[in-house]
């Protein structure tokens, strides 16, 4: 299938600033459909040449009702493709329409249950009274012009509406995300009833389309990786590989806050199963050094991604003449640092490879899964024939054990949390829950708490388990581990692991927190 074909059809995501907006595009790409994202201030003319099949309008931090709000091109209504606003994108429809939008006198951040009022394309074989996730502050208060409600809730009596003629439906609702039950369907609806879009986009063709653009890219330049060992950039160094062969070179940042083990795994690993240059540099006096006295989550990852900038460039430049640095950052490393495109988006926090790293470096950056989901690289790395080892590994944070110790870092904390974070992994994986789990991991934390040891007090640290389930990262829920296996894990920490006597477990999910602790 070459690019042509693929993109012959589409589906135009116009971004609002939605932190789910990515979670959009992924579910589009799950149909085999292609798609490509947008910020709202695509002018008129550069959203007629894309020729959609469809356009979405995402969510949005913003209100309608505020001054400086964020508006699309209210003529995209008159070019006859259909289009689903959601959330803020519904609200700016009715908006464009002449309808009205109130602030909400009871907000709604959650689940609720959706009534179905209407028949609609849109909710074919969609159950009534499914749940779905809601996240917003105003609601409709007055439809828009032609349109009809199509579906309620019992804060919302204009939860989904619709105009059937033009094809242009609202939904209050964020059906891209777990947490809408029928979300996978109620898109379904719209791609293939409403926009009538056909499956000819595969992974086998995004290989071949990203292997196509870092050869434009790199062209004979050489490339130097930052390979960590962690699925992101084991998968996009055999990627890069297959694109630009002995022009790449891998180089593993040993930072000193590393798992127990890991430094002789990724070497041993990509030796065994690669043909690809390798280099192991030992920096974690450096990065340690760096660190002293920094506490603020925000400097400390920028801190490490300074570090690691200045690291690479010494070594490149001991090792030839590298124009790029390639890393496996993914979307929502990017969605969670800066605003996505021009977007609206709001900045969460900063990752290493993202919002860490320094405003000038002297290597250019090459991330070919910058849009993309872990789940989407796993099985791009599937595709290209890689180890399940590597495949199934669960994410670990490019700033590594920093962002798991809170409050100073010292060689002292980071052997407690080594050990502790060891025994995790052990007994998870005896349990055969690892592969079911997103991430699960230890957090020591910056308090110490009396307890009672031999008959003899003890004022010793607190370590968190902190264990979730999700499918993208960008929503989360803790996972219900059995509570044998919490009480093995709490009997073996306060055992074996010399400065702890309390062990608790984080029950929050995401939003409103996030997955790591900083």
């Not at 890393?327 to 290493?352: A, C, N, R, W």
Request: one cysteine or more; proline letters at 4%; charged letters at 25%.
């Amino acid at each position: 299938m070459t690019t042509d074909i693929l993109h012959e059809q589409k589906i135009l995501i116009l971004d609002f600033g939605s932190q789910y907006t990515q979670n959009i595009a992924r579910k589009v790409r799950e149909f085999q459909i292609y798609c490509e994202i947008h910020p709202c201030t695509l002018t008129f003319e550069e959203i007629k040449t894309i020729n959609a099949k469809g356009i979405i309008l995402s969510g949005g931090p913003a209100s309608v009702q505020e001054k400086d709000s964020p508006l699309c091109d209210p003529r995209l209504f008159e070019l006859g493709f259909p289009i689903l606003g959601i959330c803020y994108g519904m609200q700016l429809i009715t908006h464009l329409f002449g309808g009205k939008v109130d602030s909400s006198p009871n907000r709604e951040f959650g689940s609720a249950e959706l009534m179905l009022n209407e028949f609609s394309d849109m909710f074919e074989e969609v159950k009534n009274n499914s749940i779905v996730w809601m996240s917003h502050g105003d609601r409709i208060s007055k439809l828009p012009t032609g349109f009809k409600g199509i579906a309620s809730t019992n804060n919302s009596p204009l939860a989904a509406i619709e105009n059937s003629s033009e094809k242009i439906y609202g939904l209050q609702f964020h059906p891209e995300v777990v947490h809408t039950i029928e979300g996978t369907k109620i898109l379904k609806n719209f791609l293939f009833k409403i926009c009538e879009c056909s499956q000819n986009w595969k992974m086998e063709s995004l290989i071949e389309y990203m292997i196509r653009d870092i050869q434009n890219k790199v062209k004979n330049s050489n490339v130097v990786c930052g390979l960590s060992g962690g699925v992101d950039s084991s998968v996009a160094a055999v990627l890069i590989h297959k694109a630009i062969g002995e022009n790449l070179h891998c180089l593993f940042i040993d930072n000193g806050l590393l798992r127990t083990g890991e430094k002789e795994k990724v070497e041993s690993t990509f030796r065994d199963n690669f043909n690809i240059n390798l280099d192991v540099i030992d920096a974690a006096d450096r990065f340690l050094e760096k660190l002293k006295g920094i506490t603020d989550p925000e400097q400390k990852r920028k801190s490490i991604g300074n570090t690691f900038i200045e690291v690479f460039e010494e070594e490149a430049k001991k090792r030839g003449d590298f124009t790029f640095l390639a890393q496996g950052t993914l979307y929502p490393d990017v969605i969670e640092s800066v605003s996505f495109k021009g977007g609206p988006s709001v900045v969460i926090k900063s990752h290493h490879n993202v919002g860490g790293l320094p405003d000038k470096m002297n290597l250019k950056l090459l991330e070919p899964f910058r849009e993309l989901f872990k789940d989407e690289v796993r099985l791009l790395g599937r595709e290209m024939g890689m180890p399940d080892e590597i495949i199934n590994r669960q994410p670990f944070p490019g700033p590594g054990l920093a962002i798991r110790i809170l409050g100073d870092i010292t060689p002292e904390r980071l052997d407690i949390l080594c050990a502790a974070d060891k025994i995790i992994l052990e007994e998870v994986k005896a349990f055969g829950l690892y592969n079911d789990l997103w991430q699960s991991f230890a957090v020591l934390l910056p308090v110490k708490t009396v307890g009672v040891m031999g008959d003899s007090r003890t004022y010793e640290s607190v370590v968190a388990i902190r264990a979730v389930t999700s499918t993208d990262g960008m929503t989360a829920d803790w996972a219900h581990l059995p509570y044998e296996l919490l009480g093995k894990l709490s009997n073996r920490i306060i055992n074996e692991v010399h400065g702890v006597n309390r062990v608790v477990y984080d029950i929050s999910s995401k939003p409103p927190g996030t997955i790591e602790w900083e």
